[in-house]
Structure formats: C-alpha cells, structure tokens
C-alpha cells in the first residue's frame, strides 16, 4: 500500500524558509521519482518540483532559484527546502508518486499547509 506523508507546513514571514518533507512507504522509494506540487485557495494544482531516481531534479519557473527538492533514499523521504518565501507561495504542499498507469492512478499525500504572512 503506497502511503505519502507530508510535514512541515507552518507559518513564516516573508523572505523567511521552510522545509517540508513527504516519507513514503509502500514501494521501492528509489526506484521512483517524487513531485512537489502545491494549490493555493482557489487556484489550480500547480506543479513544484521534481527529483528523479538519479537525484537530479526539476523546478517550476515561479520557485526556481529559492526552492531545492532533495531525496534521501534511506529515509525514503523527499524534502522541499523553502527559501526566499513569498506571500504567493502560500498554499497545500503535496507529495506526489507519479504510476506507469497515468495520471489517474497517481499517488498523493494529505496535504501541508504553508502560509507565508506579508
């Protein structure tokens, strides 16, 4: 059973950091890459970051440069180190398992709420 658990959510001020992190179980962690994604209240899922099975990663436009997603493979837990934050950058940070089986059979964490105050 894939299970995707997010912590670290909180609040902080801007220009503060934050990292959040997502510990999974339930399949072979190193086999897989992970994603970040986050939606703020009445927006789209927006897609974050992604670190691949080799460690190398991805970042949206929007966090590049102040956002770094990391992997630690004993651990099976994924990081999302938050710096520079910006009041946009509040919203539900998601852990995600992408599946060979499509978009629909994706796994999803419940969630970290991240508020940054201006």
């Known amino acids: 059973q894939v299970q995707l658990v997010e912590s670290g959510g909180g609040l902080v001020q801007t220009g503060g950091s934050l990292t959040l992190s997502c510990t999974a179980s339930?399949?072979?962690?190193?086999?897989?890459?992970l994603n970040w994604y986050r939606q703020a209240l009445g927006k789209e899922r927006e897609w974050v970051a992604q670190v691949f099975a080799d460690g190398s990663t991805n970042y949206a436009d929007s966090v590049k440069g102040r956002f770094t997603i990391s992997r630690d493979n004993a651990k099976t837990t994924v990081y999302l180190q938050m710096n520079s934050l910006k009041p946009e950058d509040t919203a539900v940070y998601y852990c995600?398992?992408?599946?060979?089986?499509?978009?629909?059979?994706?796994?999803w964490g419940q969630g970290t709420q991240v508020t940054v105050s201006s």
């Open positions: 995600q398992r992408p599946s060979r089986g499509g978009a629909a059979y994706a796994y």
């Open positions: 339930g399949f072979t962690f190193n086999a897989y890459a």
